[in-house]
């Protein structure tokens, strides 16, 4: 049976949230950027969009286009509230709800169509809750599966609503850049370009053994995608595959050199790591260090522990093991720590006391924060630190998941 | 230098340091054997300066001299090798070669001077030591020596004597990982050194190739310390051990006084349904969990991504019901080492140590340390 796959996504979703929640910024070009005064703009309304403002450009190349521009700092907890809100709307019409982002979602409604009476009805019913609360639009994609809903989700733009039909496929391929394929990137466009592949049409039309020669695996599935066929099922949360690895990465206030500053840093890190982890019971064999320099040269290096960690102490000392390994040449600007190798186990206590007590002390501290937020209680030498706390959206819509999505 | 021996003499010789060299190559002599001709014998050693071992074997000497080769290879080369007289002689700059029958092997070695040193013993300093004891009260700790080697001070067995009330020196050895501690004693005839009575930590690799010495056949052994080594001396052989330098924790502290919940059960009956139980028990579902009432143990395991398990032993049991959940693996590497048919588990509450000891024995002891329920 044919599959009817919907894909749905939140037109600028940040900068909608903000000039809903704070009435002065409707109709205006706004820009949302990360919580400190270095990051790049993460979403520009429309009314930014017209003049050329868009992700990733710097605060400063987006106030040259657009003079008036007015950035809000990122409110991660308010879009992953509203996220949340939407997720739960958008169960109200199937169960199957794959969450792709934080405004993206692909729904299989393949089943609830009869029940709603049209396809069309329910994207009315979707479209017109979502707006009615929360006032933000959005562009509907519907297609026999997810690699042409989300294409069609992109082809009108905003609240856009675009149908593809299985005999509208091979005309809607025909012309159409393979960029815009999720999964084809500018890497790999270029690499097709090599071969004269520029649209979909080409790419479905080019021998698959040859892609298969040039590219292993990969070569088939580009054949399909060129062809506009996507077996892939949609995976509500549940589901999903299980987290690989806690981390969190931070991008400083200012360029450090000094082994204290960044000590300070990673201990925050580790906190915040082992915090997580803790939280979803989870034990790290590896620990990764991710040093950005301020010229954006990205480095990491990892190192294995004797046996699974998570308490924060312990990532720190890990982290602070990999750092003394490194020699750094430059001012850091970012610093990352990761924990992976991850194992679920029920804990074992251990037997002496001075061990117990430092599993209790975490145990404390954790409820303390827990209840009354991140850093309530924390090391005596983050203290003085400025900036404390996540610049990750916590992936409250997924409650069950670890997804670390990092945002600034 | 140029000596004849016996192939299997010198198999056997060879066999017995594998165990001893070094198998990481930072420091190339250490993975080779110094082979030392005398008047009289032929002098095997070998040392990754932790461990070292020396024996002495009757061979043929034509002319003195030493000379130091890779160990694993010349023991590969003799493995296979006709069972016939090896001649074995030393050409220029540190070239050796090996004739068997119709067989010649030549190969590069490392001048002996390079060699570390390596002390000598003296008889007198040391003690007499019962073989068996010494491999029984290893065997009942070894298993529980913690392998994480940033806790050095646990990379080893704590061994420390103890005088009694009669005057009767108990020797105890104590080991722990952090998680589980194993305890073996066991009553030494005549006196020993002040080293033991402060106690020292033996090095896990030493106790290791101790365990081997024992293992050979029984008899006395000879004990005792010297500089910062323990000396372990059998027959013509003798080894030598690196004292762990570091504090070993109090581990008095972490057994139990009051665990007044007792149950008996056989061990064999018991180990089986451990074993069983913890087929199910993954790795990401550790543990197996003991229910224990007035109507016997249930012992239960489950598994999300499989099922799971659940058995019952009859034992008599008076106390108040208790649960508490274990390492399985915990539990048989127990239950492997207590020698008697019945052991006592003894327990206070889910979350605090539990003890596992042979029925009416004192000889050994081991704590765990139960996982969350």
Request: net charge neutral.
């Amino acid at each position: 049976m044919e599959r009817i796959i919907m894909h749905i996504d939140m037109n600028a979703f940040f900068a909608s949230v903000e000039q809903q929640s704070n009435p002065a910024l409707r109709g205006k070009p706004i820009a949302v950027t990360g919580s400190d005064s270095r990051t790049v703009i993460l979403t520009a309304s429309y009314e930014a969009r017209a003049f050329g403002v868009k992700t990733g450009l710097t605060t400063w190349e987006a106030r040259q286009k657009c003079p008036d521009l007015i950035l809000v700092p990122t409110n991660n907890r308010l879009y992953t509230h509203v996220s949340s809100q939407i997720m739960k709307i958008l169960h109200d019409y199937t169960p199957l709800v794959e969450v792709f982002s934080i405004d993206e979602a692909f729904m299989d409604i393949t089943g609830s169509v009869s029940m709603f009476g049209s396809l069309e009805r329910i994207c009315y019913l979707i479209k017109s809750r979502i707006s009615a609360r929360f006032g933000i639009t959005c562009s509907i994609g519907i297609a026999p599966n997810k690699l042409l809903a989300k294409l069609a989700s992109e082809m009108k733009k905003p609240d856009g609503l675009t149908i593809i039909r299985n005999e509208d496929v091979s005309r809607t391929l025909e012309h159409m850049p393979i960029v815009e394929l999720c999964g084809i990137g500018r890497k790999m466009a270029a690499k097709l370009a090599l071969y004269s592949i520029r649209t979909c049409g080409e790419l479905g039309r080019y021998p698959a053994e040859r892609l298969k020669m040039r590219f292993g695996i990969v070569g088939e599935k580009l054949h399909q995608m060129g062809l506009g066929i996507d077996d892939s099922p949609v995976i509500p949360a549940e589901e999903a595959e299980e987290v690989k690895s806690v981390g969190h990465s931070m991008t400083l206030k200012r360029d450090i050199r000094e082994r204290a500053d960044i000590l300070r840093y990673l201990l925050q890190l580790s906190e915040m790591v082992g915090r997580r982890a803790r939280r979803y019971g989870v034990w790290g064999k590896t620990v990764h260090l991710t040093v950005r320099y301020a010229d954006f040269t990205t480095f990491g290096k990892q190192g294995s522990q004797p046996h699974h960690i998570n308490l924060s102490e312990e990532i720190y000392l890990a982290a602070v093991k990999i750092l003394d390994s490194l020699e750094l040449q430059h001012p850091v600007r970012l610093l990352g720590i990761r924990l992976t190798n991850l194992q679920h186990q029920t804990s074992q206590l251990p037997l002496f006391p001075e061990e117990q007590t430092r599993l209790k002390l975490t145990e404390a501290m954790d409820k303390v924060n827990n209840r009354h937020g991140d850093f309530t209680v924390m090391f005596a030498s983050l203290l003085d630190q400025q900036e404390k706390g996540s610049h990750v959206i916590s992936p409250a819509w997924r409650p069950e998941g670890i997804r670390n999505v990092a945002v600034a | 230098m140029e000596f004849r021996i016996d192939k299997e003499q010198f198999l056997k010789a060879l066999q017995k340091i594998q165990g001893i060299v070094e198998k990481r190559t930072s420091m190339p002599i250490l993975s080779n054997v110094l082979l030392e001709a005398t008047e009289t014998s032929l002098l095997v050693t070998a040392t990754d300066l932790e461990v070292g071992m020396k024996s002495s074997y009757s061979a043929e000497v034509v002319a003195t001299g030493k000379i130091t080769v890779s160990a694993k290879k010349l023991y590969e080369i003799v493995k296979e090798l006709p069972n016939q007289q090896i001649v074995f002689s030393t050409k220029d700059n540190d070239w050796v070669e090996i004739k068997c029958g119709k067989v010649q092997f030549n190969i590069v070695g490392l001048s002996p001077d390079e060699f570390p040193y390596f002390p000598d013993v003296k008889e007198e300093s040391l003690f007499e030591i019962e073989s068996s004891l010494l491999r029984g009260m290893i065997e009942k700790t070894s298993y529980a020596i913690c392998t994480d080697e940033t806790k050095y001070n646990l990379n080893g067995i704590f061994a420390k004597v103890e005088v009694k009330q009669d005057g009767i020196n108990c020797l105890k050895m104590v080991s722990t990982d952090g998680h589980r501690l194993s305890i073996a004693s066991g009553n030494l005839k005549g006196s020993v050194g002040p080293e033991l009575l402060k106690g020292v930590i033996l090095p896990k690799k030493g106790i290791y190739e101790m365990k081997k010495i024992t293992d050979e056949e029984g008899g006395m052994l000879l004990f005792g310390f010297l500089d910062n080594s323990a000396v372990i001396k059998r027959g013509d052989s003798y080894m030598v051990m690196r004292l762990v330098d570091g504090e070993f924790p109090d581990y008095n502290r972490v057994i139990p006084t009051a665990n007044n919940q007792v149950v008996t059960v056989n061990k064999e009956n018991f180990s089986h349904s451990v074993r069983r139980m913890a087929i199910l028990s993954s790795e990401k579902f550790k543990g197996i969990m003991l229910e224990i009432s007035d109507n016997g143990i249930k012992i239960s395991s489950s598994n999300p991504e499989l099922g799971d398990a659940m058995e019952e032993i009859d034992v008599e049991y008076h106390g108040d019901p208790i649960s508490v959940r274990f390492n399985a693996r915990y539990l048989l590497d127990v239950l492997s080492v207590a020698e008697t048919e019945r052991v006592d588990m003894r327990f206070r509450d889910e979350l605090s140590p539990s003890i596992i000891v042979p029925e009416n024995s004192e000889s050994f002891l081991a704590v765990i340390m139960p996982m969350r329920l």
